[in-house]
């Protein structure tokens, strides 16, 4: 029995294009899972028990640790040298540390810059949760 060849290259995928490793969109649901405290592993048991999808755990890690790299490389930009008008909030959240969920409140500082546009200057996670007059640490 002759197996058909196909050697011309014409044939375009349709779900996943040419020299993509993975789904697009599929790094940002990987990242979305571990922000919510859901560990490497979880993540794997994860998208085996609701998707039949089996990934590896390293795969989980390189994802998430190239998140990382994008979010310390966002933490060192240059910043505007004046902000005419600054916002800061806080928002509370639930967080997995260590196996037990926590409350941690995510700080975020907005700047104005002088033509109007907005610019989210500077984000971090307490270590604790901030107490309920909405004043707390500022650590990361």
Same mark, same amino acid.
């Given at each position: ?22 789904f697009p969109g599929f790094d940002d ?5 571990? &922000?919510?405290?859901?560990? %490497?592993? +979880?993540? /794997? =048991? ?8 089996? *990934?590896? @755990?390293?795969?989980?890690? &390189?994802?998430?640790?190239? %998140?990382? +790299?994008? /979010? =310390? ?8 040298? *004046?902000? @005419? ?7 509370q959240v639930k ?46």
């Amino acid at each position: 029995m002759a197996i058909p060849r196909y050697r011309q290259a014409t044939f375009d995928p349709q779900l996943i294009a040419r020299y993509q490793r993975r789904f697009p969109g599929f790094d940002d649901k990987i990242v979305s899972m571990y &922000a919510r405290g859901m560990s %490497a592993r +979880e993540i /794997v =048991a994860h998208l085996r028990e609701f998707y039949g999808i089996e *990934v590896s @755990p390293d795969l989980i890690t &390189a994802v998430t640790n190239a %998140a990382l +790299e994008e /979010v =310390a490389a966002w933490q060192a930009r240059p910043l505007e040298p *004046v902000y @005419p008008v600054m916002f800061f909030g806080a928002l509370q959240v639930k967080v997995r540390d260590a196996g037990v969920v926590r409350n941690k409140a995510v700080h975020i500082a907005l700047g104005v810059r002088d033509d109007g546009s907005k610019k989210i200057s500077a984000s971090g996670w307490s270590r604790t949760r901030a107490p309920s007059s909405g004043c707390g640490s500022w650590t990361s």
